[in-house]
């Protein structure tokens, strides 16, 4: 593989020279987008760049990853060459010296934990935190020069500033935002950029005051580092309302837009109208639909998402003034996907066959938005699996912070065990039914936790709700077809 990035004399990229920023690239026709935890991994983004379109790799959980696959024994040596270009040396060497096993744990062995995000500082946290993304960009962009971006969740709050950090030394070029308002991020970006401390609002559970988490980049980019380029920022929303809310100030304007319908795979906003009683699927009305034209109206670039993965998506997209499309599902289910090779197959046998139910869930995510539960036996999915799962919460990336009655901050998950939340004031009928999307999401790329007592973790798939698309992309391509193969199909005109 070639090692582009290896031969740099400093991998910390260079801000643009004096006289103003270079003219902004054509935008892609198709946005590849981040799903999950690894499921949108270097591999997948790398592929997706390389075949001219915007690849992006998720930036949830990538802390974890990178110690887990450290202590799997780093296969084809991958981490460690990223690592080597990483610009803060004294930290990468406390991170090998830390998770690095030569040759691999044991089979059924325990990963070793890293630290939950949270408001208290951590410098191992922020510096694993940091390599995890910048790995995992630098990776994605090796030996190239096509765009990458990356995908992060508004609602992780509590890790957001150091994961976009690492992912801006390894030079991304854009940083997308969903679930959530992230209204915050363009000054996060700016003061990243120059490697200046930045303060993120947190929201706590019922506070009234204004809480923070503050990052100092410290030493991470090596002395005397240059200021890093800027990244676009593409927020993901569900509404043309939000987007036009977050344009009106210069200091909450994103660069583009994606607009993401509820079909999509993954988190979805909740309906603005009526919902179905007794836990069934959220109802959708015309309050939910996105308007193209009030966004396109914006003078930004935008792009459609969910149920966008037709063979004519990119030109019907592109007739309402959108740049193009992001598709999630078809690219989830490439070759290059970082989903357990099994789970990948199942799934598409089933999906393209029909046969593969998707529910969006209103409870399933400890998050509280909707999230598409694909029916896969032997997954979480199933009623059983979920009732055989004991309760807990240890890698914590979907906690909420909450005010405690002696005035601290705590955190919690309706995940959690059920006794153990109510202690904490959290309501038991809102625990009911919810699923450990942080473990499960980690079991679907082949990360599954082993615990002392020999229980293995579970997967949760999801994917989007208008799989028609996969019968005719499987008839074209086949059923291990590739990331170009996808990108090719999305053209076709």
């Known amino acids: 593989m070639p090692t582009g990035h ?28 981040g ?51 990483f610009p803060d040396r004294e930290a990468a060497s406390r991170i090998l010296a830390r998770y690095f096993v030569p040759g691999g744990i044991p089979p059924g062995r325990p990963f070793r934990p890293v630290p939950r995000p949270g408001l208290r500082p951590d410098r191992h946290r922020d510096e ?22 990356v995908n992060y969740m508004e609602k992780i709050q509590l890790a957001t500033q150091p994961a976009v950090y690492g992912a801006m030394l390894a030079g ?4 997308l935002v969903g679930a959530g308002i992230p209204g915050e991020i363009p000054g996060v970006l700016d003061a990243l950029s120059t ?8 929201a706590v559970e019922g506070s009234d005051a204004r809480h923070t988490a503050a990052f100092d980049p410290g030493g991470l980019a090596g002395a005397g580092a240059p200021p890093l380029v800027r990244p676009r920022l593409l927020a993901i929303v569900s509404s043309a309302v939000l987007a036009v809310y977050l344009h009106r100030s210069p200091a909450t304007r994103p660069d583009g837009f994606v607009l ?71 690219f989830a289910l490439a070759r290059e996907s970082g989903l357990d090779p099994g789970l990948r197959r199942r799934l598409l046998a089933e999906g393209a066959a029909g046969s593969l139910p998707v529910r969006n869930d209103p409870l399933a995510s400890p998050t509280g938005f909707p999230f598409k539960v694909a029916r896969l036996a032997g997954t979480l999915s199933e009623d059983g699996e979920y009732e055989r799962r004991p309760r807990l ?18 955190y919690r998950c309706p995940a959690e065990p059920v006794d153990l939340y109510t ?29 002392a007592d020999g229980y293995v973790e579970p997967p949760l798939l999801t994917a989007g709700q208008d799989l028609g698309f996969l019968a005719d992309l499987v008839r074209e391509a086949g059923t291990d077809y590739s990331a170009a193969d996808v990108v090719r199909y999305l053209l076709a005109e």
């Open 195 to 202: 490697h200046s401390a930045t303060e993120l609002s947190v």
């Open 128 to 149: 694993l935190t940091a390599a995890g993304n910048f790995a995992e960009v630098w990776l994605a962009k090796e030996g190239h020069g096509g765009p990458v971006g």
């Open 393 to 410: 919460c240890d890698l914590g990336y979907l906690r909420t912070p909450y005010l405690k009655e002696n005035g601290a901050v705590g």
């Open 6 to 33: 290896a031969a740099s004399a400093s991998p910390v990229p260079r801000a643009s020279p004096p006289g103003g920023a270079p003219p902004a690239p054509a935008p892609p026709a198709v946005i590849q987008g």
């Open 35 to 85: 799903m999950g935890v690894g499921v949108s991994g270097w591999r997948l983004a790398r592929a997706v760049s390389l075949a001219g379109q915007l690849g992006v790799v998720s930036g949830v959980a990538l802390d974890a990853q990178l110690a887990r696959r450290l202590q799997l024994g780093d296969t084809g040596g991958h981490l460690r060459r990223a690592l080597a270009a």
């Open 423 to 451: 202690r904490k004031g959290g309501a038991a009928g809102d625990a009911a039914g919810r699923r450990c999307l942080c473990n499960a999401l980690t079991a679907n790329v082949g990360l599954h936790q082993h615990r």
């Open 260 to 330: 993401e319908s509820h079909t999509a795979g993954g988190h979805s906003a909740p309906p603005r109208g009526r919902r179905a009683p007794g836990g069934g699927e959220p109802v959708y009305g015309p309050r939910d639909r996105i308007d193209p034209a009030k966004v396109a109206a914006l003078d930004l670039p935008f792009w459609l998402a969910g149920g966008r993965a037709g063979r004519r998506s990119v030109a019907d997209a592109r007739a309402l003034g959108a740049a193009g499309v992001q598709a999630g599902t078809a």
């Open 172 to 175: 991304v070029d854009h940083v």
